[in-house]
T-cell receptor, first 115, second 108 residues
């Protein structure tokens, strides 16, 4: 149990376009979802925390207008990278947590390459 | 100063040998601690939680020293499949703080 999926697994786009990444909890209801970014040989950095039905809480230094997060249901959160630039190229990973638990279940990640 | 610091390695370990490495954390109020394993270009996967009294899971032993704010992981009888990056993760106030990982390479 506790499976989280992400789609797409890999995306290549041109500079200036927007990219949407989906994170789904397949067999549980995720009251909270987290979005992380990982650069090569670096640690996962938390970008934002989203609770179903409310606005996401962004970490310091993360632009909320650039990284739009929507957590419209208990099984789906989306991250949209708007007007992507090459420096946004990274590995984006989501995780999900159900109510009453501290454990986070990670999605398989999305590798974004902006040309 | 980083919240969670790890020796990046790589630790090159002959198959069958023992390897151990540490991680230090800066927030003394951290509530729980974990080791995750991350394979190249994959998501992190929970290896084990770390308890105050120390705990073992098969060939893996984790220790926590709250006074000195460090966590350790020991792998006995290393297998080729243990080659991965091991992430030290600290849970503080609802958030997970990740170390950059320690790379372990087990060689035949």
């Amino acid at each position: 149990g506790a499976v989280v999926s992400q789609h797409p697994s890999r995306v290549i786009c041109k500079s200036g376009t927007s990219v949407k990444i989906e994170c789904r909890s397949l067999d549980f209801q995720a009251t909270t979802m987290f979005w992380y970014r990982q650069f090569p040989k670096k640690s996962l950095m938390l970008m934002a925390t989203s609770n179903e039905g409310s606005k996401a809480t962004y970490e310091q230094g993360v632009e909320k207008d650039k990284f739009l997060i929507n957590h419209a249901s208990l099984t789906l959160s989306t991250l949209t990278v708007t007007s992507a630039h090459p420096e946004d190229s990274s590995f984006y990973i989501c995780s999900a947590r159900y109510s009453g638990s501290n454990e986070q279940f990670f999605g398989p990640g999305t590798r974004l390459t902006v040309l | 100063r980083k919240e969670v610091e790890q020796d990046p390695g790589p630790f090159n370990v002959p198959e069958g040998a023992t390897v151990a490495f540490n991680c230090t954390y800066s927030n003394s109020a951290s509530q729980s601690f974990f080791w995750y394993r991350q394979d190249c270009r994959k998501e992190p996967k929970l290896l084990m939680s770390v308890y105050s009294s120390g705990n073992e899971d098969g060939r893996f032993t984790a220790q926590l020293n709250r006074a000195s704010q460090y966590i350790s992981l020991l792998i006995r009888d290393s297998k080729l499949s243990d080659s991965a990056t091991y992430l030290c993760v600290v849970h503080s106030w609802g958030k997970l703080q990740f170390g950059a990982g320690t790379q372990v390479v087990v060689t035949p």
